[in-house]
């Protein structure tokens, strides 16, 4: 067939040659069918702008046989060459039906393969203004022995122009279903037969003008363009939507170019409801990096959520109290205040009620972008789902599904979240949790709270946790110091239901190829004080865990070999359970319950350290054939699994409980198939099978840990007793700590001689070692100060034992050396200080994992320098940050201007270098800023000390700024103390509207802002 033709109309109308309706019916074989073009405007088809039929032309028709196998006619040309009508043969022993046109595409132009595949055209083929080549489409065809047949009716013409450099597609949507059972290749996708869009793909930057040409099917609906990054809708540019359209199979419609705008960013100051609707009705067309201000508490009454908006949304605080109301069942909706949010959000809270019947709902959004950010944001929305037809429905206090790489730090969720469906087998896979719902890929969720019940009541298999529902292929997950203490409950009586459940996470795991890149989850300090519970009586399998119900792999093919060569890694550092776990399946098969995690599947390792379990877990099976409870203090069960169970804690109330076939252990129900290697220590609980009761003694205990340690458990070290022992164990172990950091120190030739400690004598007590805070038998506090050690030491690993330790201070104290990787252990440390030492090195990024900190004074080390981590910006609970006289170099990390608590940074004599960052602005609570005695500082000096709401203190003197002071300052407020500049290459007059500040003269000018270095200096007006 040739190839140098174009066709860019609707299926061309044809007839069987020379035959009535009732003719056709009865042809046998050998149809002759005629196409050619019939439009109401010539349209250019070729260089000369004439089409004709050529010697040798083919088309083809695919179908689908009765039995689902894939087939296709192929017409030859008979007559008409040279003609724009031609006739065309097809020797197929086939009968052709009716008299409708039928359309058609070159017979070379598709491979079908199998009945379910779509028509997929070569590159070749692809629509593009100027290629020389022609597809028909088939419309209104009816064959013999056909079954079906997937077509289109329609070309529709998009042109775009001034095209953003990083669109990288379009999006032509419809009020109908627009796509059929087709698909192009290296340009058109489309999503399916029932799908209402067409996505066209290509390379961003490749022209800022382009014309596409898109097939629809018949019918009569509206038509939206939009330009697209990622796949969805470009900030700043214009969509365009067109009026009712008939589309027919003589029908070329061409839309009208559509041609971006990019508007500038600007901020939207949010005051009233009516503010507020009008931000919600425009968000999606405001340009990139618009922000949303909120500058008053507003009940918004009913809302319509916004679209999308491409900015960042500061709440500064106040709530938004709104309803929604979506009364039927959508595949595309959404709820919240936005359906998607491609920024940040801060400061925001969020409070009302939404009824939904949509797929995506958010207390605050439906769906992030990869790399949003939500922070110190809370919600009390009380979410409601009761309409069937929903298909993975997803709901969440915060955001239903976050994009790759969100962090949401410090929020909070207060609101009841339920889906509740009467006796019906809907919401299959449903996805809850207090925090987000869906997460593919990476997630931070640091620092959260849930205190709102969570609630599943249908037939079907719900995924629901505290923090996050369901994790799908995970990527270095962090959740970090998240706290449930909402009532999670499945109440299902359904023998096809499986139950994931979780105090902080569902369902965690993958569905891909177990040679997957290194993966690691990663659960510290988390806790669980809520009850989590499976309820009814015939729920086939449920997995229920005080952190996570179910960590693993589904892939059954894996084998040991493949198990330890994966590199996936589901870790939990010092997490804690102390509500019950429970379930009331009395014929349910295969209760799997753990106070951390309940059940573990096919992955490569499941690392616990420091875990601790006191509260109880119970089944209630009473089943006497394969129905089982299978429980356990810290593991539920597990199929495949490979554990380490390091320094887990078995309180007294830990009470593990199952019917009549339960198996169950203080710490693993069931442990089969891979070796786990435990250590801890039992400090009571019981084991109560069926009317059995087993309470742990110091005699029994070893007996309880698992089901059988036959083989498949390895490494058991736990140590057992009451209360009492448990603690004089712990206390013991600081004890030696603190030996070998005195040992570490010179012993009594290193210490002053009224400091030193009496290792013959308890640490507490009378004579109580110098320094040494103990609090309930544990070491909480260890504060050296100037003067206590006389030589030079360095800190030993052993530090990481004091596992209670909240303050640590060696204050002029001659420490030397790096910072050891053990201080990073301490998860609990509030303040760390070692001012005026020896420490050389640098800061590591673990300093990111101590997200308790509230106080860092690292000052007067010299030797201690390279950049400062980004992952300083990760202590979200920083209060005072002290690195001056050190040798930190570079740029001060972007990520300083996340640490909203942070009042004071002291940075003075360092080695920075280039401008000062410009972010100050963003630390809500910023008090004092020092930057001073730093010649490798240039630049202007920043701008957003003027937006500092709550600055009393700013020293940038000694440097190199340049310029003069900016006007912006004149808002500084007016509790200003002290602005000291001097000394820098300022030139030119102090702005008149800062010698206005009411604190102008207490800034004494002459002393503190004139003075410059010589050759330049500021003046009075």
Same mark, same amino acid.
């Given at each position: 067939?040739?190839?140098?033709?174009?066709?860019?109309?609707?299926?061309?109308?044809?007839?069987?040659?020379?035959?009535?309706?009732?003719?056709?019916?009865?042809?046998?074989?050998?149809?002759?069918?005629?196409?050619?073009?019939?439009?109401?405007?010539?349209?250019?088809?070729?260089?000369?702008?004439?089409?004709?039929?050529?010697?040798?032309?083919?088309?083809?028709?695919?179908?689908?046989?009765?039995?689902?196998?894939?087939?296709?006619?192929?017409?030859?040309?008979?007559?008409?060459?040279?003609?724009?009508?031609?006739?065309?043969?097809?020797?197929?022993?086939?009968?052709?039906?009716?008299?409708?046109?039928?359309?058609?595409?070159?017979?070379?132009?598709?491979?079908?393969? !199998?009945?379910?595949?779509?028509?997929?055209?070569?590159?070749?083929?692809?629509?593009?203004?100027?290629?020389?080549?022609?597809?028909?489409?088939?419309?209104?065809?009816?064959?013999?022995?056909?079954?079906?047949?997937?077509?289109?009716?329609?070309?529709?013409?998009?042109?775009?122009?001034?095209?953003?450099?990083?669109?990288?597609?379009?999006?032509?949507?419809?009020?109908?279903?627009?796509?059929?059972?087709?698909?192009?290749?290296?340009?058109?996708?489309?999503?399916?037969?029932?799908?209402?869009?067409?996505?066209?793909?290509?390379?961003?930057?490749?022209?800022?003008?382009?014309?596409?040409?898109?097939?629809?099917?018949?019918?009569?609906?509206?038509?939206?363009?939009?330009?697209?990054?990622?796949?969805?809708?470009?900030?700043?540019?214009?969509?365009?939507?067109?009026?009712?359209?008939?589309?027919?199979?003589?029908?070329?419609?061409?839309?009208?170019?559509?041609?971006?705008?990019?508007?500038?960013?600007?901020?939207?100051?949010?005051?009233?409801?009516?503010?507020?609707?009008?931000?919600?009705?425009?968000?999606?067309?405001?340009?990139?990096?618009?922000?949303?201000?909120?500058?008053?508490?507003?009940?918004?009454?009913?809302?319509?959520?916004?679209?999308?908006?491409?900015?960042?949304?500061?709440?500064?605080?106040?709530?938004?109290?709104?309803?929604?109301?979506?009364?039927?069942?959508?595949?595309?909706?959404?709820?919240?205040?936005?359906?998607?949010?491609?920024?940040?959000?801060?400061?925001?809270?969020?409070?009302?009620?939404?009824?939904?019947?949509?797929?995506?709902?958010?207390?605050?959004?439906?769906?992030?972008?990869?790399?949003?950010?939500?922070? !110190?944001?809370?919600?009390?929305?009380?979410?409601?789902?009761?309409?069937?037809?929903?298909?993975?429905?997803?709901?969440?206090?915060?955001?239903?599904?976050?994009?790759?790489?969100?962090?949401?730090?410090?929020?909070?969720?207060?609101?009841?979240?339920?889906?509740?469906?009467?006796?019906?087998?809907?919401?299959?896979?449903?996805?809850?949790?207090?925090?987000?719902?869906?997460?593919?890929?990476?997630?931070?969720?640091?620092?959260?709270?849930?205190?709102?019940?969570?609630?599943?009541?249908?037939?079907?298999?719900?995924?629901?946790?505290?923090?996050?529902?369901?994790?799908?292929?995970?990527?270095?997950?962090?959740?970090?110091?998240?706290?449930?203490?909402?009532?999670?409950?499945?109440?299902?009586?359904?023998?096809?239901?499986?139950?994931?459940?979780?105090?902080?996470?569902?369902?965690?795991?993958?569905?891909?190829?177990?040679?997957?890149?290194?993966?690691?989850?990663?659960?510290?300090?988390?806790?669980?004080?809520?009850?989590?519970?499976?309820?009814?009586?015939?729920?086939?399998?449920?997995?229920?865990?005080?952190?996570?119900?179910?960590?693993?792999?589904?892939?059954?093919?894996?084998?040991?070999?493949?198990?330890?060569?994966?590199?996936?890694?589901?870790?939990?550092?010092?997490?804690?359970?102390?509500?019950?776990?429970?379930?009331?399946?009395?014929?349910?098969?295969?209760?799997?319950?753990?106070?951390?995690?309940?059940?573990?599947?096919?992955?490569?390792?499941?690392?616990?350290?420091?875990?601790?379990?006191?509260?109880?877990?119970?089944?209630?099976?009473?089943?006497?054939?394969? !129905?089982?409870?299978?429980?356990?203090?810290?593991?539920?069960?597990?199929?495949?699994?490979?554990?380490?169970?390091?320094?887990?804690?078995?309180?007294?109330?830990?009470?593990?409980?199952?019917?009549?076939?339960?198996?169950?252990?203080?710490?693993?129900?069931?442990?089969?198939?891979?070796?786990?290697?435990?250590?801890?220590?039992?400090?009571?609980?019981?084991?109560?099978?069926?009317?059995?009761?087993?309470?742990?003694?110091?005699?029994?205990?070893?007996?309880?840990?698992?089901?059988?340690?036959?083989?498949?458990?390895?490494?058991?070290?736990?140590?057992?007793?009451?209360?009492?022992?448990?603690?004089?164990?712990?206390?013991?172990?600081?004890?030696?700590?603190?030996?070998?950091?005195? !040992?570490?120190?010179?012993?009594?030739?290193?210490?002053?001689?009224?400091?030193?400690?009496?290792?013959?004598?308890?640490?507490?007590?009378?004579?109580?070692?110098?320094?040494?805070?103990?609090?309930?038998?544990?070491?909480?506090?260890?504060?050296?100060?100037?003067?206590?050690?006389?030589?030079?030491?360095?800190?030993?690993?052993?530090?990481?034992?004091?596992?209670?330790?909240?303050?640590?201070?060696?204050?002029?104290?001659?420490?030397?050396?790096?910072?050891?990787?053990?201080?990073?252990?301490?998860?609990?440390?509030?303040?760390?200080?070692?001012?005026?030492?020896?420490?050389?090195?640098?800061?590591?990024?673990?300093?990111?994992?101590?997200?308790?900190?509230?106080?860092?004074?690292?000052?007067?080390?010299?030797?201690?320098?390279?950049?400062?981590?980004?992952?300083?910006?990760?202590?979200?609970?920083?209060?005072?940050?002290?690195?001056?006289?050190?040798?930190?170099?570079?740029?001060?990390?972007?990520?300083?201007?996340?640490?909203?608590?942070?009042?004071?940074?002291?940075?003075?004599?360092?080695?920075?270098?280039?401008?000062?960052?410009?972010?100050?602005?963003?630390?809500?609570?910023?008090?004092?800023?020092?930057?001073?005695?730093?010649?490798?500082?240039?630049?202007?000096?920043?701008?957003?000390?003027?937006?500092?709401?709550?600055?009393?203190?700013?020293?940038?003197?000694?440097?190199?700024?340049?310029?003069?002071?900016?006007?912006?300052?004149?808002?500084?407020?007016?509790?200003?103390?002290?602005?000291?500049?001097?000394?820098?290459?300022?030139?030119?007059?102090?702005?008149?509207?800062?010698?206005?500040?009411?604190?102008?003269?207490?800034?004494?000018?002459?002393?503190?802002?004139?003075?410059?270095?010589?050759?330049?200096?500021?003046?009075?007006?």
């Amino acid at each position: 067939m040739r190839k140098t033709w174009i066709l860019v109309m609707a299926a061309a109308a044809a007839a069987i040659a020379g035959c009535s309706r009732e003719q056709a019916m009865e042809a046998p074989v050998s149809p002759t069918i005629r196409a050619g073009f019939e439009v109401p405007t010539r349209v250019a088809f070729s260089d000369e702008g004439v089409f004709s039929w050529k010697e040798g032309d083919a088309i083809g028709v695919p179908y689908t046989k009765a039995d689902n196998s894939a087939a296709r006619m192929d017409f030859a040309l008979t007559a008409g060459a040279g003609a724009a009508q031609g006739e065309f043969t097809t020797s197929d022993d086939v009968t052709l039906l009716g008299t409708d046109p039928i359309g058609v595409v070159p017979a070379s132009a598709f491979d079908v393969t !199998n009945a379910d595949a779509p028509i997929k055209l070569p590159a070749s083929y692809a629509w593009a203004e100027g290629q020389s080549n022609a597809v028909m489409v088939a419309t209104g065809l009816k064959l013999s022995g056909m079954n079906t047949f997937k077509h289109v009716g329609g070309i529709v013409k998009v042109t775009y122009k001034n095209i953003p450099a990083d669109a990288d597609g379009f999006l032509l949507s419809a009020d109908a279903g627009i796509c059929g059972n087709f698909a192009l290749q290296d340009g058109v996708i489309v999503a399916g037969p029932t799908a209402n869009h067409v996505k066209v793909t290509f390379t961003a930057g490749t022209a800022s003008e382009m014309a596409f040409y898109v097939p629809v099917p018949t019918g009569e609906y509206k038509l939206t363009a939009s330009l697209t990054r990622d796949g969805y809708s470009l900030p700043g540019t214009k969509k365009q939507t067109s009026a009712p359209v008939k589309i027919a199979r003589k029908t070329l419609l061409l839309m009208d170019a559509l041609t971006s705008e990019n508007p500038e960013p600007v901020t939207v100051t949010i005051s009233t409801a009516e503010d507020l609707k009008s931000f919600l009705a425009d968000a999606d067309k405001l340009g990139r990096g618009s922000k949303m201000v909120l500058a008053a508490d507003i009940d918004a009454g009913t809302i319509t959520p916004a679209e999308a908006f491409y900015g960042d949304v500061d709440g500064k605080g106040f709530k938004i109290t709104y309803q929604e109301e979506i009364p039927e069942a959508g595949s595309d909706s959404y709820s919240g205040l936005f359906g998607y949010i491609d920024g940040s959000v801060k400061n925001l809270k969020v409070a009302g009620t939404v009824k939904t019947g949509a797929i995506k709902n958010g207390g605050i959004a439906a769906e992030s972008a990869p790399g949003a950010l939500f922070e !110190n944001c809370e919600s009390d929305v009380d979410i409601s789902m009761e309409i069937y037809g929903v298909s993975t429905p997803k709901l969440a206090g915060i955001v239903a599904v976050a994009g790759d790489g969100t962090t949401i730090k410090d929020c909070k969720n207060t609101g009841d979240i339920a889906y509740v469906l009467d006796g019906k087998p809907a919401g299959r896979s449903t996805q809850i949790g207090g925090i987000v719902a869906n997460v593919t890929n990476h997630v931070d969720v640091i620092n959260c709270i849930n205190e709102g019940e969570l609630r599943y009541e249908a037939l079907g298999t719900p995924r629901i946790g505290g923090m996050i529902g369901y994790l799908n292929d995970p990527v270095n997950i962090v959740l970090s110091s998240c706290v449930n203490r909402g009532h999670v409950v499945s109440d299902i009586n359904w023998t096809s239901g499986y139950v994931y459940i979780g105090g902080i996470t569902g369902y965690v795991g993958t569905n891909t190829d177990p040679a997957l890149p290194v993966e690691q989850v990663l659960f510290i300090n988390c806790v669980n004080y809520g009850k989590v519970e499976s309820l009814g009586v015939s729920t086939l399998c449920t997995r229920a865990g005080g952190i996570a119900s179910y960590v693993g792999m589904t892939d059954t093919k894996m084998t040991a070999a493949g198990l330890a060569d994966s590199g996936q890694l589901y870790e939990f550092r010092s997490c804690k359970n102390f509500g019950e776990i429970r379930t009331t399946g009395e014929t349910a098969k295969k209760e799997v319950l753990g106070g951390i995690v309940g059940f573990g599947e096919k992955v490569a390792k499941v690392v616990c350290t420091d875990c601790v379990n006191n509260g109880t877990i119970s089944g209630v099976t009473t089943s006497t054939t394969s !129905n089982s409870v299978y429980a356990g203090g810290i593991i539920g069960g597990t199929c495949g699994l490979q554990s380490t169970l390091t320094g887990c804690v078995i309180g007294p109330e830990s009470v593990i409980s199952g019917g009549t076939k339960g198996v169950l252990g203080l710490i693993c129900g069931n442990n089969a198939k891979y070796k786990t290697d435990i250590t801890g220590q039992v400090a009571g609980g019981k084991i109560v099978k069926g009317t059995t009761e087993t309470v742990a003694t110091a005699d029994n205990f070893q007996t309880l840990l698992c089901k059988a340690i036959d083989g498949t458990t390895t490494g058991v070290v736990f140590e057992g007793g009451d209360i009492p022992a448990l603690k004089e164990k712990n206390r013991q172990t600081d004890s030696l700590a603190l030996v070998a950091i005195y !040992n570490a120190a010179g012993g009594d030739s290193g210490w002053k001689a009224d400091r030193r400690w009496d290792l013959s004598k308890p640490m507490d007590g009378e004579n109580k070692w110098y320094g040494v805070t103990v609090t309930d038998g544990r070491v909480t506090a260890l504060k050296l100060l100037k003067g206590t050690i006389t030589a030079d030491w360095t800190i030993p690993d052993a530090i990481a034992d004091l596992t209670e330790l909240t303050d640590l201070r060696f204050i002029d104290c001659k420490v030397n050396g790096p910072i050891p990787d053990a201080v990073y252990s301490l998860y609990k440390l509030e303040a760390f200080y070692l001012t005026n030492n020896k420490v050389s090195g640098t800061l590591s990024p673990k300093i990111g994992q101590l997200r308790a900190l509230t106080n860092v004074y690292i000052d007067q080390n010299p030797d201690l320098g390279g950049p400062l981590p980004e992952e300083i910006g990760q202590l979200a609970h920083l209060v005072n940050l002290n690195i001056s006289k050190t040798g930190f170099s570079g740029t001060v990390p972007e990520s300083v201007k996340n640490l909203d608590a942070l009042k004071n940074f002291m940075a003075y004599t360092t080695k920075f270098s280039g401008n000062a960052p410009d972010f100050w602005d963003e630390l809500a609570s910023l008090e004092l800023v020092q930057m001073y005695d730093i010649p490798t500082l240039t630049g202007p000096l920043p701008a957003s000390f003027g937006r500092c709401a709550k600055l009393k203190n700013i020293y940038m003197y000694s440097c190199n700024f340049e310029g003069n002071i900016p006007e912006s300052w004149a808002n500084l407020p007016a509790t200003m103390l002290n602005v000291r500049v001097y000394d820098n290459k300022l030139t030119g007059v102090v702005p008149a509207a800062i010698q206005s500040h009411p604190k102008f003269s207490a800034w004494k000018a002459a002393q503190y802002i004139l003075p410059q270095q010589e050759g330049y200096g500021l003046t009075l007006q």
